[in-house]
C-alpha cells in the first residue's frame, strides 16, 4: 500500500515562510505526478502547485512567485517551500501523486496525503 506522509505546516506571522514535505512509500513502480492542494473553511479543494516527471511545474495564480515546488526523486519527496505568507494562505495543505505500482498503466491511482495545518496570522 502507497503511503504519502506530510510534515511541516504550524502557525507562522504573515511574511514569514514554511516549507512542506511529503515522502511516498510503499510498493512504488513509478510517481508520475506529485503536488499540493489546499482547502480553507468553506472552501473547495483548490491546486497550488505541482510538478510533472519531466520537471515542469504549474502554480496557482495567487502563489505564482512566492512558492516554489520541486521533488527529490530519491527520497520520493516533494517539497513546497512558502514564503511571504499571507492570511489567505491559511488552509489544510494536502499532499496529492499519481502512482504507479506496477509496470502496466492500470495500477496508476490518485494517492492523498493525511493533510497539515498551515496558520498565517496577521
Known amino acids: 500500500q502507497v503511503q504519502l506522509v506530510e510534515s511541516g505546516g504550524g502557525l507562522v506571522q504573515a511574511g514569514g515562510s514554511l516549507r512542506l514535505s511529503c515522502a511516498a512509500s510503499?510498493?512504488?513502480?513509478?510517481?508520475?505526478?506529485m503536488g499540493w492542494y489546499r482547502q480553507a473553511p468553506g472552501k473547495q479543494r483548490e491546486l497550488v502547485a505541482r510538478i510533472i516527471s519531466g520537471g515542469s511545474t504549474d502554480y496557482a495564480d495567487s502563489v505564482k512567485g512566492r512558492f516554489t515546488i520541486s521533488r527529490d526523486n530519491a527520497k520520493n519527496t516533494v517539497l513546497l517551500q512558502m514564503n511571504s505568507l499571507k492570511p489567505e494562505d491559511t488552509a489544510v495543505y494536502y499532499c496529492?501523486?499519481?502512482?504507479?505500482?506496477?509496470?502496466?498503466?492500470?495500477?496508476?491511482?490518485?494517492?492523498w496525503g493525511q493533510g497539515t495545518q498551515v496558520t498565517v496570522s496577521s
Open positions: 496529492n501523486a499519481y502512482i504507479q505500482t506496477e509496470e502496466v498503466v492500470s495500477t496508476k491511482n490518485n494517492y
Open positions: 510503499g510498493s512504488i513502480f513509478s510517481i508520475n505526478v
